[in-house]
T-cell receptor
């Protein structure tokens, strides 16, 4: 059984640029959630995808967008990067009937200069 | 704002002792509760989930839930230096899809 994978592991961008982060869900999991974790903070919910549609969204501006593909993998896109977007971006997958337990990937650490 | 509160620590315990980590939450309708462990520079790793009032044991870990007091805790018996990490409490509210996380409690187990 393959766990949640994310790419890239690290990324450096400059303010104003755009970034795409990728996530492959754990085998059998059809729901993907994205979180942002700033240094010293708990993860903050960005949005969730289920059956290729956004299924819920946290308090993040529209420049944070996403996609889910038929194989349940997902992308997080961030436009017009700001310095405060520097964080660890976490993808978590889950499956219906799984008690809503979410399993996290290794994360992508983004640094915006 | 549905909040989850944890003492940031650090909580320092000697090797072999019991570590007690606490978490309170504001959404009385919450139904699902999770403890994650996060080593420095790594992603959160699920330790336990709990849904009903009472205790749930898994190896050296025991989760305790009291919905009337809106309180969930994690006990680690026979603490080991390898248990040194940040422990995140996560709560799923009755509505919505997100997990709400606390800021985490830093645990240091000293040899």
């Amino acid at each position: 059984e393959t766990g949640v994978t994310q790419s890239p592991t690290h990324l450096i961008k400059t303010r104003g640029q755009q970034v795409t982060l990728r996530c492959s869900s754990q085998s059998g999991h059809n729901t993907v959630s994205w979180y942002q974790q700033a240094l010293g903070q708990g993860p903050q919910f960005i949005f969730q995808y289920y059956r290729e549609e956004e299924n819920g969204r946290g308090n993040f501006p529209p420049r944070f967008s996403g996609l889910q593909f038929p194989n349940y993998s997902s992308e997080l896109n961030v436009n017009a990067l700001e310095l405060d977007d520097s964080a660890l971006y976490l993808c978590a997958s889950s499956f219906p009937g799984g008690g809503e337990t979410q399993y996290f990937g290794p994360g992508t650490r983004l640094l915006v200069l | 704002q549905k909040e989850v509160e944890q003492n940031s620590g650090p909580l320092s315990v000697p090797e072999g002792a019991i570590a007690s980590l606490n978490c309170t939450y504001s959404d009385r309708g919450s139904q699902s509760f999770f403890w994650y462990r996060q080593y420095s520079g790594k992603s959160p790793e699920l330790i336990m989930s709990i849904y009903s009032n009472g205790d749930k044991e898994d190896g050296r870990f025991t989760a305790q839930l009291n919905k009337a007091s809106q309180y969930v805790s994690l006990l680690i018996r026979d603490s080991q230096p390898s248990d040194s990490a940040t422990y995140l409490c996560a709560v799923k509210p009755n509505s919505g899809y997100a997990l709400n996380f606390g800021k985490g409690t830093s645990l240091l187990v000293t040899p």
